[in-house]
């Protein structure tokens, strides 16, 4: 005999309602990682993150080896070079490429500009 079977005819027996099966509410976790941190005011977060970790496949070897991506606030990713002749670089000559690259992948919403800053 199944033993659900024989429990809800037990049930029966003794009067007690059935039992009802609560529905599944499970989601995986990759699911419910962005929705509470977005509940949380983190979304910014987790978008600067997701920035930082593209910085060297958007920009390529040289740029990501003379430079790092330090955050991003209100639409502007703020960015650390390491000398003064690489900045003047990066921010006359590479700088609307590689604001055209991380518009083209994020969104224009997420990133409006880029500010190199020597340190």
Request: charged share 30%.
């Amino acid at each position: 005999m199944n033993p659900s079977f024989r429990a809800s005819v037990i049930a029966e027996w003794r009067g007690l309602p059935e039992s009802k099966e609560k529905p599944d509410r499970c989601e995986p976790t990759a699911g419910l990682l962005p929705k509470l941190m977005q509940r949380l005011g983190l979304k910014e977060r987790l978008q600067e993150s997701d920035v930082i970790d593209a910085w060297a496949e958007i920009v390529g070897p040289f740029i990501a080896t003379h430079s790092a991506p330090v955050s991003l606030r209100e639409g502007i990713l703020y960015v650390r070079v390491l000398q003064p002749a690489l900045h003047y670089q990066f921010e006359q000559i590479s700088k609307a490429e590689i604001l055209d690259k991380l518009k083209k992948r994020f969104g224009r919403k997420i990133i409006r500009d880029v500010r190199f800053r020597i340190g």
